[in-house]
């Protein structure tokens, strides 16, 4: 049987005073063939009076102390192609400019209106064993697109995007993210009690234990706009 295509995902967080609410996923149209993470440490070796590093005559290299971590980055190499027919949510849809699709990410760098800054968001690559690169929490703090083929009216259909994104630690935010229990979904159209458990759990077979916290009996059955209480794993 072939296993289900796990599209990467780029889910975005809109700050409301001191809480984040997750928001619509964006679903890139091809995964990328490779990422990068990056994380640089910091090891310096002690100072003399004058700034310098204190060596000594007697030693190959100085002892060296351990002065924090940075903040890891996460480079990815997107592709865009809107010269066919795209399939999405089985349905087949016509784009006439790559842009409709490569904007969503741009607009991830700008301030948004009433949080005075750009968004945190949320990468996800189908399932990873705990303490992974994925499911990474992260800001972009660079973005290059490359169109590379238009169309006869002078509108691009293809692109290569390079974005990195840097670590966000949010102590509240993080909580939200490790412990379901906090969190209370509101249906949007095309979610599903799956699709749900895969985005909370890392496992959409958990699907029943929010069906089960929320008395529902039909899970082809949903009301947009109900909101569902999402317990904690045992």
Same mark, same amino acid.
């Given at each position: 049987?072939i296993?289900?295509?796990? !599209?990467?995902?780029i889910?975005?967080?809109? !700050?409301?005073?001191?809480? +984040?609410?997750?928001?619509?996923?964006? +679903?890139?149209?091809?995964?990328?063939? $490779?990422?990068?993470?990056?994380?640089?440490?910091?090891?310096?070796p002690?100072?003399t009076?004058?700034?310098?590093?204190?060596?000594?005559?007697k030693s190959? =290299?100085? #002892?060296?102390?351990?002065?924090?971590?940075?903040s890891?980055?996460?480079?990815?190499?997107?592709?865009?192609? #809107?010269?066919?027919?795209?399939?999405?949510?089985s349905?087949?849809?016509?784009?006439?400019?790559?842009?409709?699709?490569?904007?969503?990410?741009?607009?991830? %760098?700008?301030?948004?209106?009433?949080?005075?800054?750009?968004?945190?968001?949320?990468?996800?690559?189908? @399932?990873?064993?705990a303490? $992974?690169?994925?499911?990474?929490?992260?800001?972009?703090?660079?973005?290059?697109?490359?169109f590379?083929?238009? $169309?006869?009216?002078g509108?691009? #259909?293809?692109?290569?995007?390079?974005? %990195?994104?840097k670590?966000?630690?949010?102590? !509240?935010?993080?909580?939200?993210? %490790?412990n379901?229990?906090?969190?209370?979904?509101?249906? !949007?159209?095309?979610?599903?009690?799956?699709?749900? =458990?895969?985005?909370?759990?890392?496992?959409?077979?958990?699907?029943?234990?929010? =069906? @089960?916290?929320?008395?529902?009996?039909?899970?082809?059955?949903? $009301?947009?706009?109900?909101?569902?209480?999402?317990p904690k794993l045992?």
């Amino acid at each position: 049987m072939i296993s289900k295509l796990e !599209k990467l995902t780029i889910t975005p967080f809109a !700050k409301k005073g001191d809480r +984040f609410e997750k928001l619509l996923p964006i +679903f890139v149209l091809f995964n990328p063939e $490779s990422y990068t993470i990056s994380k640089s440490v910091t090891w310096s070796p002690p100072q003399t009076s004058g700034g310098s590093a204190n060596t000594h005559s007697k030693s190959n =290299a100085p #002892v060296i102390s351990f002065g924090g971590g940075d903040s890891r980055q996460l480079t990815l190499e997107l592709f865009f192609d #809107v010269t066919s027919p795209i399939n999405r949510v089985s349905k087949t849809i016509i784009i006439k400019d790559v842009r409709e699709e490569t904007n969503k990410i741009a607009t991830l %760098t700008l301030i948004e209106p009433n949080e005075d800054q750009p968004r945190v968001c949320e990468i996800s690559w189908g @399932q990873a064993p705990a303490n $992974s690169d994925f499911p990474f929490l992260g800001v972009i703090t660079s973005l290059t697109q490359r169109f590379t083929q238009f $169309s006869r009216d002078g509108r691009p #259909v293809r692109a290569n995007l390079s974005v %990195t994104f840097k670590e966000f630690l949010d102590p !509240k935010l993080d909580k939200l993210r %490790t412990n379901p229990q906090l969190i209370i979904r509101v249906l !949007k159209g095309g979610d599903s009690l799956s699709s749900i =458990a895969a985005e909370v759990y890392r496992n959409p077979k958990n699907w029943r234990i929010i =069906a @089960q916290a929320n008395n529902i009996d039909d899970p082809r059955r949903l $009301s947009v706009g109900r909101s569902l209480t999402i317990p904690k794993l045992r």
